[in-house]
């Protein structure tokens, strides 16, 4: 079954810490993309890829790092320097980088920081 | 400036009756995107239905359609004969074309409840 898998469901870290929320892709899409999204509102973009390699900035990637090593993988790193990290972290994909392309989304990941 | 706005934070429905979820939009790029996506309790998002800028016939899938009035910058979701599984968040998105850089911009949500 083709899809996109996020893991850990649920993650805790100690304030301070950096952690990795990992994004898996065998839809053979290029575009990949993180969202975070908070009690009550929509998403929000932090970072996407277009292309292997390559990425960008979304609206709020102060306090964020991404990579594009690999097509099918698109992990995103939650820095100390995040103010407030404590978030619904989704990860999504699509075939091209298009107006016309829908995004398919991972199950996401629940992160609590203490 | 909001460019998706959602005016209905929450909506009931009575099981196997219509309802419609309202979606405005503001963008000045010719050539977009809209979406509307459903989001159950579990959190992940599922893509719903789709409207092109340039589509002249509102589009449907199954139960959902999507009444789109560009002048107005409308893209309202219809569901028809709810069920209890459409209980859910209901997302509008905005995706514009070049000069917009691809992006999705996604509203607030409508949470709706249907009732037994």
């Known amino acids: 079954d083709g899809g996109i898998t996020q893991s850990p469901k649920y993650l805790f870290r100690k304030e301070g810490q950096n952690v990795t929320l990992s994004c898996e892709q065998n839809?053979?899409?290029?575009?990949m993309y993180w969202y975070r999204q908070d009690p009550g509102q929509g998403l929000r973009l932090i970072y996407y890829?277009?292309?292997?390699?390559?990425?960008q900035k979304g609206d709020i990637a102060e306090g964020y790092s991404v990579s594009r090593e690999k097509k099918e993988s698109f992990p995103l790193t939650v820095t100390s320097a995040q103010k407030n990290p404590t978030a619904f972290y989704l990860c999504?994909?699509?075939?091209?980088?298009?107006?016309?392309?829908?995004?398919?989304f991972g199950p996401g990941t629940r992160l609590t920081v203490l | 400036a909001q460019k998706i706005t959602q005016t209905q934070p929450g909506m009931f429905v009575q099981e196997k009756e219509a309802v419609t979820l309202d979606c405005t939009y503001d963008?000045?790029?010719?050539?977009?995107?809209l979406f509307w996506y459903k989001q159950p309790s579990s959190g992940e998002m599922i893509f719903l239905i789709y409207q092109g800028s340039y589509d002249q016939q509102n589009a449907t899938e199954g139960r959902y359609s999507l009444n789109f009035q560009k002048a107005r910058k409308s893209a309202n979701l219809v569901i028809s004969a709810s069920q209890l599984g459409d209980s859910a968040m209901y997302f509008c998105a905005m995706r514009e074309g070049f000069r917009g850089g691809f992006k999705t911009i996604f509203g607030a949500g409508t949470r709706l409840f249907v009732k037994a």
């Open positions: 890829s277009q292309i292997v390699n390559d990425f």
């Open positions: 839809l053979n899409h290029d575009a």
């Open positions: 999504a994909s699509s075939i091209r980088d298009r107006q016309d392309n829908e995004q398919f």
């Open positions: 963008t000045s790029d010719p050539s977009y995107g």
